[in-house]
């Protein structure tokens, strides 16, 4: 069974009243380009994140808004920032480090900064089709150069969902993974 890889870099997701504060009153986040799962978006907008270490511009904001601010880093973009956040799923924000994050019109500064945690975007058919269930753990194995073995990739079900697995950019660049290469799913 092979699964299309997305490589997920360093993002924010933002709320109504945090797009307010960093790009002022009665803003409306931008479309530059359609991801892969349906309804999701990169914004024309960015960002600049900041941790006690240091700080890294130009961070995309993705679309649509969301019902909590979330920022998506990878652990040498947490060396970076001099932060320690938690691998957690998207939407768990139960010890998420703490980060500013600064628009042009102003700054916020929240518990929101994770490592996402690798997972699997699957509808009800390609469970059925491929036989794993909602939050079940499966195994990814990656050929080519650096072929190797990733444990511990989260499902996720809907039927918004296309059928994708995202990694972020420590894991991609750890077997040379680009965007669109395809892994073999293990499901145990």
Do not use: W
Request: include cysteine.
């Amino acid at each position: 069974m092979m699964v299309k890889i997305g490589v997920s870099a360093r993002h924010v997701h933002v709320t109504k009243e945090d797009i307010k504060v960093l790009f002022g009153e009665d803003y409306k986040l931008t479309k530059k380009v359609d991801l892969s799962q349906p309804g999701q978006f990169a914004c024309n907008e960015q960002v600049i994140i900041c941790g006690p270490k240091g700080k890294i511009e130009r961070v995309r904001i993705l679309g649509p808004e969301r019902n909590e601010t979330q920022v998506e880093v990878s652990r040498t973009d947490s060396f970076v920032l001099g932060i320690k956040p938690p691998v957690r799923n998207s939407g768990d924000l139960d010890g998420a480090a703490e980060i500013t994050i600064i628009g042009p019109k102003g700054q916020v500064t929240k518990n929101a900064a994770i490592i996402a945690a690798r997972h699997i975007h699957a509808t009800m058919q390609d469970a059925e089709k491929y036989g794993f269930k909602d939050k079940e753990f499966v195994t990814l194995v990656v050929k080519g150069q650096k072929s190797g073995i990733l444990e511990n990739v989260y499902v996720r079900l809907s039927d918004k969902f296309s059928y994708e697995v995202h990694l972020d950019t420590d894991d991609a660049n750890a077997f040379l993974i680009n965007n669109g290469d395809e892994a073999e799913l293990i499901v145990k």
